[in-house]
């Protein structure tokens, strides 16, 4: 047990990653088939922050999920950089990925939808999004 007023130097202080194994979602069927591990995991991260609005679900700390809502009904030439750092915002908050880019947008008449790279200790993949506009 630490006394209440003791001091700790950062450089004590011994962090820890956890392993990525997680379930297995299938978002065709909305079900589970078993588990997933490294750079499947980073994928499925990917899609699920992707999937939920930030600040919407109780449930979910106000670091997790994306602010993309908040562009719709906007200029198209705003909410293409805004969509690029949203998603950037977004996805750096989960420590395995270290890096997004290669965005390719696709605009049609009510949504744009966008194709990236994302990077990860575990290697790269690409992942896409529609957001309405």
């Given at each position: 047990?630490?006394?209440?007023?003791?001091?700790?130097?950062?450089?004590?202080?011994k962090?820890?990653?956890?392993?990525?194994?997680?379930?297995?979602?299938?978002?065709?069927?909305?079900?589970?088939?078993?588990?997933?591990?490294?750079?499947?995991?980073?994928?499925?991260?990917?899609?699920?922050?992707?999937?939920?609005?930030?600040?919407?679900?109780?449930?979910?700390?106000?670091?997790?999920?994306?602010?993309?809502?908040?562009?719709?009904?906007?200029?198209?030439?705003?909410?293409?950089?805004?969509?690029?750092?949203?998603?950037?915002?977004?996805?750096?908050?989960?420590?395995?990925?270290?890096?997004?880019?290669?965005?390719?947008?696709?605009?049609?008449?009510?949504k744009?939808?966008?194709?990236?790279?994302?990077h990860?200790?575990?290697?790269?993949?690409?992942?896409?999004?529609?957001?309405?506009?």
């Amino acid at each position: 047990m630490i006394p209440k007023n003791a001091e700790i130097a950062l450089d004590e202080i011994k962090f820890e990653s956890y392993p990525s194994l997680t379930y297995a979602l299938d978002p065709d069927t909305n079900q589970i088939h078993g588990k997933v591990n490294g750079l499947e995991a980073v994928r499925q991260a990917v899609y699920l922050i992707l999937c939920t609005e930030r600040y919407q679900y109780l449930i979910y700390s106000w670091n997790y999920g994306v602010e993309l809502a908040q562009l719709i009904g906007r200029p198209i030439e705003l909410v293409l950089p805004e969509i690029e750092r949203c998603i950037k915002e977004a996805l750096l908050q989960d420590d395995r990925i270290t890096g997004i880019d290669g965005f390719d947008f696709e605009v049609n008449r009510n949504k744009v939808r966008c194709t990236f790279t994302v990077h990860s200790i575990f290697g790269e993949t690409q992942a896409e999004t529609e957001v309405p506009i």
